[in-house]
């Protein structure tokens, strides 16, 4: 991604799901690149002209210099199968979703040789973004040719982002436990509600703060944090085992 060339060649950005993440992205790359999106929920005109956005088909998002691909886990493969024959030689396939390992797999058994591949992870949401994005996380994982290094370069100078360059496995290893944790306690925590609000320590108004990041997530974020992610079910049963010996000693102590 080459902000240098724009006055000349605008850089094209194509999107694919144009909902909350996907107008997240669209919201910081609009001062940068042209932007095109693809997203089958109707009436979405309005809110494209808000974001500067130019609603397409998917084979035209596909056509695009770069292709954001911002669709749930469970949609993945269907949509990889659905540009691979759309995008040109060259173009740089980037993912945001929360897990890399089989996201990673997909790109790379699915889109044709001459693509470039990227795996990202932006470690915020559109909630912990609302008051902008300088300083926060995005790991990404180089998958397919060289353009990373490119993309560092961007997300660091213009975007202000801290970039992490890791592997897919290392991410969900780490994310297996930071995001699993994170919203399992989140949903566990939100079915005990209504959580008290007045009469709180500091510690436990940002756990409550904690929660409200996660707790508007789409159903899916949550599915592919715990499910997708091949540690997160060892991180999960460990957690919960520690949280029942924990049980079991109080138990005992009670009883004194």
């Not at 997203?39 to 954001?68: F, H, Q, W």
């Amino acid at each position: 991604m080459n902000t240098q060339t724009r006055a000349t060649k605008p850089e094209t950005v194509g999107i694919i799901g144009f909902g909350a993440f996907g107008r997240l992205i669209a919201e910081h790359l609009r001062p940068y690149f042209k932007l095109f999106a693809y997203d089958p929920s109707p009436d979405l005109d309005p809110i494209a002209s808000k974001y500067g956005v130019k609603l397409t088909s998917i084979e035209g998002a596909a056509r695009c210099d770069v292709v954001v691909i911002a669709s749930p886990v469970s949609s993945f493969e269907n949509v990889l199968t659905s540009i691979a024959n759309a995008c040109r030689p060259g173009t740089l396939v980037v993912d945001v979703g929360s897990v890399k390992v089989l996201t990673a797999q997909m790109m790379n058994r699915v889109l044709p040789d001459n693509v470039e591949i990227i795996a990202t992870h932006p470690l915020f949401g559109p909630q912990s973004a609302r008051d902008g994005i300088r300083g926060l996380k995005i790991a990404i994982c180089p998958i397919r040719g060289q353009r990373h290094l490119r993309l560092a370069s961007f997300l660091r100078k213009a975007l202000c982002l801290r970039v992490i360059v890791t592997s897919p496995d290392e991410h969900d290893r780490d994310a297996a436990m930071v995001q699993g944790l994170t919203h399992l306690i989140a949903k566990v925590l939100s079915s005990m509600g209504p959580l008290p609000s007045r009469i709180t320590t500091r510690s436990f108004d940002l756990l409550t703060e904690s929660i409200a990041m996660v707790q508007n997530d789409a159903p899916e974020v949550f599915d592919a944090i715990e499910n997708a992610n091949p540690y997160a079910e060892d991180v999960r049963k460990r957690f919960f085992r520690l949280a029942e010996d924990l049980s079991r000693e109080l138990d005992q102590s009670s009883a004194y």
